[in-house]
């Protein structure tokens, strides 16, 4: 499984983002996917999740700002995010998960600052 994750970069407070994942080599209608995410000098720590069945779940911090999507024609999942907080600054990875096995990708760096 190989992800690719994009969209990172540098916003304002109360901007938005939307960061994209494309997925290859696998199946990906039957993997759960979500956004982890680390800030410097902090764990990682999951932002949100969308299974194969579309339901979404996601971090107290980032609900209601954030909004998980996936688009299986097209291998990629989608997050939204709105209201931008300088806490959000982080790496974000985006990671596919089905029988137990996680696959990450490389991640790409969220910046939220004035």
Not at 18 to 43: E, H, I, N
Not at 48 to 55: H, P, V, W, Y
Not at 81 to 97: G, H, I, Q, R, W
Request: positive net charge; proline residues 4%; hydrophobic residues 35%.
């Amino acid at each position: 499984v190989q992800l690719q994750a994009s969209g990172g970069g540098l916003a304002q407070p109360g901007g938005s983002l939307r960061l994209s994942c494309a997925a290859s080599g696998t199946v990906f209608s039957t993997y759960d996917m979500a956004w982890d995410r680390q800030a410097p000098g902090k764990r990682r720590e999951l932002v949100a999740l969308i299974n194969d069945g579309f339901s979404t779940n996601y971090a107290p911090s980032v609900k209601g700002r954030f909004t998980i999507s996936r688009d299986n024609a097209n291998n990629t999942v989608y997050l939204q995010m709105n209201s931008l907080k300088p806490e959000d600054t982080a790496v974000y990875y985006c990671n596919a998960m089905h029988r137990g096995v996680a696959y990450w990708g490389q991640g790409t760096l969220v910046t939220v600052s004035s």
